[in-house]
C-alpha cells in the first residue's frame, strides 16, 4: 500500500512490535486490531474515533498518514496505542452500573432505565441485543442527551488517563 518515499505507516507490518510495547507498559497481552472493524460496525465511544478499544483489544487505524514525517506517524500511532493502554490499564472499563457511587450522590436508583432498545432483531424480544449492551451503554441510556452525556464523560476520562499515563509511564515522557 506505501511506497518507501511514503510517509505513511502501516499498522500490520509493525502489529506484533506495537503489541509487545503495549505489552511492556501494561502487563498484560492486548490483541491489536484495524479500526475498521468497529467503524462498520457502528462501535466504539465516538464515531469520530482515530483509535479506541472495546475493554479487550485495542483498534487502530491500518494506516496512519496524518502528517508529512514517516516518524512523526509512528509516533502519533504508539500516543494513540499509549492511550488506549492507558484506558485498559487504568479502569475505563471497569464500571459497573449496579455498583453504588462513592464519590457522588447515586441518582441511578431513582431514574427508571429505559426500555430495551431494539435495533434489527424485532422476532426475539430484544433477548440478543440486550446481552450485548456494555455497562457503560447501559448507563448512558439514562440521561436524555446520550451524545452529551457521552462527550463529557470522554473528555473528562481521557484527561484522567493521561494524567495516570504521566504519571506510571514516566519513561515515555520527553524529559
Known amino acids: 500500500m506505501s511506497s518507501t518515499n511514503s510517509s505513511a505507516v502501516e499498522l500490520a507490518p509493525i502489529r506484533e512490535m506495537l503489541g509487545f510495547y503495549c505489552h511492556a507498559l501494561t502487563e498484560r497481552r492486548v490483541e491489536l486490531q484495524d479500526l ?3 467503524v462498520d460496525k457502528n462501535i466504539g465511544w ?19 498518514e496524518r502528517f508529512e514525517g514517516r516518524a512523526d506517524n509512528y509516533d502519533f500511532l504508539k500516543v494513540m496505542l499509549t492511550q488506549q493502554a492507558g484506558h485498559l490499564e487504568f479502569g475505563s ?10 464519590r457522588f450522590t447515586d441518582l441511578r436508583p431513582s431514574i427508571k432505565e429505559p426500555a430495551a432498545y431494539h435495533d434489527h432483531d424485532h422476532g426475539h424480544e430484544g433477548h440478543h441485543e440486550q446481552e450485548s449492551v456494555t ?6 441510556r ?3 442527551n446520550k451524545r452529551l452525556a457521552l462527550d463529557v464523560f470522554s473528555i473528562v476520562e481521557s484527561a484522567r488517563v493521561e494524567a495516570r499515563i504521566m504519571e506510571h509511564y514516566r519513561g515515555i515522557a520527553v524529559a
Not at 135 to 140: K, S
Request: charged content about 25%; overall charge negative; hydrophobic content about 45%.
Open 36 to 38: 475498521k472493524q468497529l
Open 135 to 140: 455497562e457503560l451503554t447501559r448507563f448512558f
Open 46 to 64: 465516538s464515531k469520530n474515533d482515530i483509535a479506541t478499544s472495546d475493554g479487550a483489544a485495542i483498534f487502530l487505524p491500518a494506516v496512519v
Open 93 to 102: 472499563f471497569e464500571f459497573e452500573f449496579d455498583r453504588p457511587s462513592t
Open 142 to 144: 439514562l440521561f436524555p
